[in-house]
């Protein structure tokens, strides 16, 4: 009797087993994750969608093929309303393949509280056939928090179809992420996301090929009030029926400072920036009238491409670039003048990773530090942050300006 009770005494007092890789899923003590079982465990367990998360390693998925992930957050109405941090680190080889399902991405619905940020997603392959609300990272974005993360690769679906984020709804905000790749479905599909509705969507880009039948654009398909600004699209753009816009196919909100570059075409209602805007405003955003072969556009003022790649057309619109301060102290965009078209700062200041401006930044600045003749871009690097030729001071205040800065 006494060994028994002995041994129920160690037994109870053994520590309990840690769920995913440790943690307790609370604000200041998160679930961690370090491999493709854990993250796939997610998904499994809607009670933790409510739970703070955050990556430890990158992570390879392509053992989950067709529909064996388990998507975490699968409907709005059990949408994951928890923080998932990235943490700088890489989910590879995300492949998903229905016929027809809905709320199709790592991610399938983002709700209120939710957050997703400093992730990275590489080589996406998402096929959602005849589903909606499709995304490489995240298929519904409903009042959550998208920061800091982008997506490369393919996404396919057939409705609210986007590289990034196949819906931003309502308070939904898309801020400093970018979205790479190929992205086609029939309607409101576009190169960062399909619909921006109420949301915000703030120092983003996309540089992928958009195609679709209706309500296509190289950033946003269809924008539906919210705002969209400091945000730029380079990718081909090609759609069938009508709404195509190099940067918003349909717009019925807010857009500034933004351009676009891309080749833009269409059966009708085709814009070099915007194809159909109602009762929308579009300020002091441009695109290149040479490469998108459009001399029209429902918003924006068309540019040659010599003037688009010229500094003084954006900042005597109030843009506010790096080394000037009638525009603002933010720094927000910087140009390689005569050269390349505007680049948004947050990027070029990561030289190592992406999402955040620190020693391993530094290491490598330090290692370019008084380099000249940095005429092209491709020349020192990317450290002649000011474009002065030259890795000196003025790109050490950038680099400062944005120290240990996570974006």
Not at 27 to 40: K, R, S, T, V, W
Not at 256 to 276: D, E, K, M, P
Request: proline share 1%.
């Amino acid at each position: 009797m006494p060994l028994l009770l002995l041994l129920a005494i160690c037994f109870f007092a053994l520590p309990a087993r840690a769920k995913y890789g440790g943690g307790t899923g609370e604000l200041n003590d998160p679930y961690l994750i370090f491999d493709a079982n854990q993250m796939n465990a997610i998904g499994a367990d809607s009670n933790d969608w409510d739970k703070h998360f955050k990556l430890m390693a990158d992570i390879d998925l392509s053992a989950f093929s067709g529909t064996t992930f388990n998507i975490i957050g699968t409907h709005w109405t059990s949408p994951f309303t928890g923080v998932f941090d990235g943490n700088g680190h890489i989910v590879s080889n995300f492949t998903y393949t229905s016929t027809g399902t809905d709320y199709i991405a790592l991610f399938g619905d983002v709700g209120t509280d939710g957050e997703i940020k400093n992730l990275g997603m590489v080589d996406v392959n998402v096929d959602a056939g005849t589903g909606y609300y499709v995304g490489g990272l995240v298929g519904l974005n409903d009042y959550g928090i998208v920061l800091n993360c982008y997506a490369t690769g393919t996404v396919t679906g057939n409705k609210y179809v986007g590289g990034l984020v196949g819906l931003n709804y309502y308070d939904g905000t898309v801020s400093n992420c970018y979205a790479t790749g190929t992205v086609s479905g029939v309607s409101w599909v576009g190169g960062l996301m399909g619909i921006n509705h109420y949301g915000t969507v703030s120092k983003c880009y996309a540089t992928g090929t958009i195609s679709g039948v209706a309500y296509v654009g190289g950033l946003v398909g269809y924008r539906y009030y919210g705002t969209v600004s400091n945000c730029y699209a380079s990718g081909s753009v090609s759609g069938g029926y009508w709404y195509v816009g190099g940067l918003v196919g349909w717009n019925n909100s807010t857009v500034s400072n933004c351009y676009a570059t891309g080749s833009v075409s269409g059966s009708s209602i085709v814009g070099g920036l915007v194809g159909y805007d109602y009762f929308g405003t579009v300020t002091a955003s441009f695109w290149d009238i040479d490469t998108s072969g459009q001399a029209t556009s429902a918003g924006g003022t068309g540019k040659t491409t010599a003037e688009m790649q010229t500094q003084s057309t954006f900042t005597d619109a109030g843009w506010d670039f790096v080394g000037e301060s009638v525009n603002g102290t933010e720094d927000i965009w910087t140009i390689h003048d005569g050269q390349d078209y505007p680049k948004l700062v947050w990027k070029l200041v990561n030289f190592i990773g992406w999402y955040e401006v620190d020693f391993a930044d530094f290491a490598f600045f330090a290692n370019h530090w008084g380099q000249l003749n940095c005429s092209d871009p491709i020349d020192c690097d990317g450290a002649d942050l000011d474009f002065s030729d030259a890795v000196d001071g003025g790109d050490l205040k950038i680099f400062c300006d944005y120290w240990l800065t996570g974006f």
